[in-house]
């Protein structure tokens, strides 16, 4: 089982994009969007093997080696900071990180003069390094999910997070006000596998960039 190669690839859109973009190059593997619980899926004719893993997973599996590639967007990547080969922005899943603020503290808020401030983000790590990076000191509160809540509930003033379209900031009286980072679905390899199967992983990647 050594000489397959396993692949590392989460759950939603980025699933089906990948999908799609390894048919392209050869590799079938449509029966990973079937209603099947699996989560282990294994092509034997191409010596290939799936796992379906939550995207913040993605980075462990490849770092370990239990993948030898995987598929995951770079807004993962900044915050884990694993020790990944990442040869490829795959093109898909283009969203923005950004800082947000209520509507009626942007009309009279300076970002150019923050010192002190309070960010809610699903990326503490990502947000404490880009206000450093700045000089402002930053309170970090860490939620897990609907981001936009907090500065509605008064549990902090601004807000760090994805936003595609920005219709769900419209909708919670919020506003884009800097930009930390465009974020796109990446592949990553680990760095073992990249020499132990060095000629089929290139040939996947070669295949890939030609389709980009």
Same mark, same amino acid.
């Given at each position: @089982?050594? =000489?397959?190669?396993?692949? %590392?690839?989460?759950?939603?859109?980025? #699933?089906?994009?990948?999908? !799609?973009?390894?048919?392209?190059?050869?590799?079938?593997?449509?029966? &990973?969007?079937?209603?099947?619980?699996?989560?282990?899926?294994?092509?034997?004719?191409?010596?290939?093997?799936? @796992?379906?893993?939550? $995207?913040?997973?993605?980075?462990?599996?490849?770092?370990?080696?239990? %993948? =030898?590639?995987?598929?995951?967007?770079?807004?993962? #990547? @900044? !915050?884990? !900071?694993?020790?990944?080969?990442?040869? #490829? =922005? &795959?093109?898909?899943?283009?969203?923005? @990180?950004?800082?947000?603020?209520?509507?009626? /503290? $942007?009309?009279?808020?300076?970002?150019?003069?923050? %010192?002190?401030?309070?960010?809610?983000?699903?990326?503490p790590h990502v947000a404490e390094k880009?206000?450093?990076?700045?000089?402002?000191?930053?309170?970090?509160?860490? /939620?897990?999910?609907?981001?936009? /809540?907090?500065?509605?509930?008064?549990?902090?003033?601004?807000?760090?997070?994805?936003?595609? *379209?920005?219709? *769900? #900031?419209?909708?919670?009286?919020?506003?884009?006000?800097? *930009?930390? %980072?465009?974020?796109? *679905?990446? &592949?990553?390899?680990?760095? $073992?596998?990249?020499?132990?199967?060095?000629?089929?992983?290139?040939?996947?990647? !070669?295949? &890939?960039?030609?389709?980009?």
């Open positions: @089982m050594n =000489d397959f190669i396993t692949i %590392a690839i989460p759950k939603g859109r980025i #699933l089906e994009e990948s999908v !799609e973009l390894f048919g392209k190059i050869g590799i079938d593997c449509q029966e &990973l969007l079937g209603k099947s619980r699996k989560l282990i899926f294994e092509n034997p004719a191409q010596k290939m093997r799936y @796992m379906i893993v939550r $995207a913040t997973d993605v980075p462990t599996y490849v770092e370990y080696g239990s %993948a =030898d590639l995987g598929i995951v967007g770079k807004d993962t #990547l @900044m !915050e884990q !900071e694993k020790d990944l080969y990442e040869p #490829l =922005d &795959l093109k898909f899943g283009y969203c923005r @990180m950004m800082v947000a603020e209520p509507a009626g /503290l $942007a009309e009279k808020d300076d970002p150019s003069r923050w %010192a002190n401030i309070r960010i809610a983000t699903k990326y880009y206000f450093a990076s700045k000089g402002i000191q930053v309170e970090i509160i860490k /939620l897990y999910g609907s981001i936009e /809540l907090a500065p509605l509930v008064g549990l902090s003033e601004r807000i760090v997070d994805l936003v595609s *379209t920005g219709e *769900t #900031l419209k909708q919670n009286g919020l506003v884009e006000v800097e *930009t930390i %980072a465009e974020i796109t *679905t990446r &592949l990553v390899v680990n760095r $073992a596998s990249l020499k132990t199967k060095h000629e089929r992983i290139s040939a996947i990647i !070669e295949a &890939l960039e030609k389709q980009l």
